[in-house]
């Protein structure tokens, strides 16, 4: 990091997820110098106003951190992609927040040099900022990280407005479990309920249920939350 601890950052990755970070960490101080285009570059420049919009190797070249927001599939071949044409830069931090893969999908990029590291904010993503920057300000994020660098991801976690919580390499698999289980059920009961409403002749049987999902899903988190 630079001495005041700000950095340049780009982002690959233009759906969802990597805008919101970008615009989370220009919140932060850092200063953005360029993501990768997307399908719907109105958002984005709406998100990141003035951020030039370049090539992956582009991006990776400017940038002290990489913030890699891609789908899972194509991490891997992204990262090694890069490697292949000589991208990632000694010392560069590159940051993946796939909540499947540790550190070890980012082996190419540490292979030269670069600083791996993997983070993972547990919310569902709008692709909004409003919403989703409130969202990160009351969340958590997975954090995996070589033992002598662990400080900076959980600094940069901090910075998005989550708090850090350390998960081993090991376990990636078994978290990113937790999390699509936890995901895909609650969207799979809400939509069943608010399809029988509806049937029922409900006009907005979406906005009926939030307040009862809200308070269910909050009571079930308390039960399973470990007393202090």
């Known amino acids: ?51 030039p919009v370049l090539d992956a190797l582009e991006v990776v070249r400017r940038s002290q951190l990489v913030v890699v927001a891609v789908p899972h599939d194509e991490l891997a071949g992204l990262v090694a992609g890069l490697a292949e044409v000589g991208g990632w830069q000694i010392g560069q931090l590159v940051l ?7 550190i070890e999908v980012l082996r190419p990029a540490a292979a030269v040099g670069a600083i791996p590291l993997a983070l993972h904010p547990a919310i569902t993503f709008t692709g909004t900022s409003s919403i989703d ?41 078994a978290y990113a479990e937790a999390i699509t289980t936890a995901t895909a059920f609650s969207r799979s009961i809400v939509q069943q309920s608010t399809r029988i ?30 007393l202090l």
């Open 133 to 173: 920057l409130r969202q990160l300000a009351a969340s958590y994020a997975a954090v995996t990280a070589p033992p002598a660098v662990l400080p900076i991801a959980q600094a940069l976690a901090v910075e998005l407005g989550c708090e850090p919580i350390i998960v081993a390499e090991e376990d990636r698999p």
């Open 1 to 51: 990091m630079n001495r005041d601890g700000r950095l340049g950052v780009g982002i690959i990755g233009a759906g969802k997820v990597g805008p919101v970070l970008g615009a989370a960490l220009a919140g932060a101080g850092h200063a953005l110098t360029g993501v990768t285009a997307g399908s719907d570059p109105d958002r984005v420049e709406a998100m990141l106003p003035g951020v």
């Open 96 to 102: 993946h927040v796939d909540p499947a893969y540790g």
């Open 197 to 226: 409403l509806s049937d029922l002749g409900f006009d907005n049987p979406g906005g009926y249920l939030s307040a009862l999902v809200r308070s269910t899903v909050d009571h079930a988190l308390t039960e399973a939350s470990p």
